[in-house]
């Protein structure tokens, strides 16, 4: 049965799934994942709205991705064009936020690059973990 890893994206920051979950296949994954959304949006307050919840298959690879705020009851007065467009905004904030984080990480990787080529020691961590090439 293939594992799923449910990680939470919020701002910059991933809280990774660690362990996993065993699901017969991805349609199981999702209906789990919306299901977890459902729960947090519950339980949360509305500053998670911001939040999305990347799920990977056993390889790391990323499934599919879903937006607190699609999950959001506090929205349902909102018109439907209207909720329609708080969820373009947060998708395009997310794309946007995945971007710079990506492009940080970048940086990160040029800068001990360009260290290692000059014979100079450099150390550049994200999360704990030892950056490398």
């Not at 065993?22 to 959304?37: G, T």
């Not at 519950?42 to 799920?55: E, P, S, T």
């Not at 699609?70 to 439907?80: A, R």
């Not at 001990?112 to 450099?122: E, F, G, I, K, V």
């Amino acid at each position: 049965m293939p594992r799923y890893y449910f990680n939470i994206k919020k701002r910059e920051e991933t809280l990774p799934d660690r362990y996993g979950t065993d699901l017969p296949d991805e349609a199981a994954a999702r209906d789990h994942a919306r299901r977890v959304v459902v729960e947090l949006m519950r339980n949360g307050h509305a500053g998670i709205r911001g939040w999305r919840l990347a799920v990977t298959d056993e390889d790391r690879r990323q499934c599919f991705e879903l937006l607190f705020v699609s999950y959001d009851d506090s929205l349902s007065h909102l018109m439907p064009e209207l909720r329609s467009s708080v969820e373009t905004v947060h998708r395009k904030h997310a794309s946007l936020t995945d971007a710079i984080v990506d492009m940080r990480m970048t940086l990160l990787q040029v800068k001990s690059t360009l260290a290692r080529a000059n014979d100079m020691p450099h150390i550049a961590a994200v999360d704990g973990d030892r950056l490398r090439d």
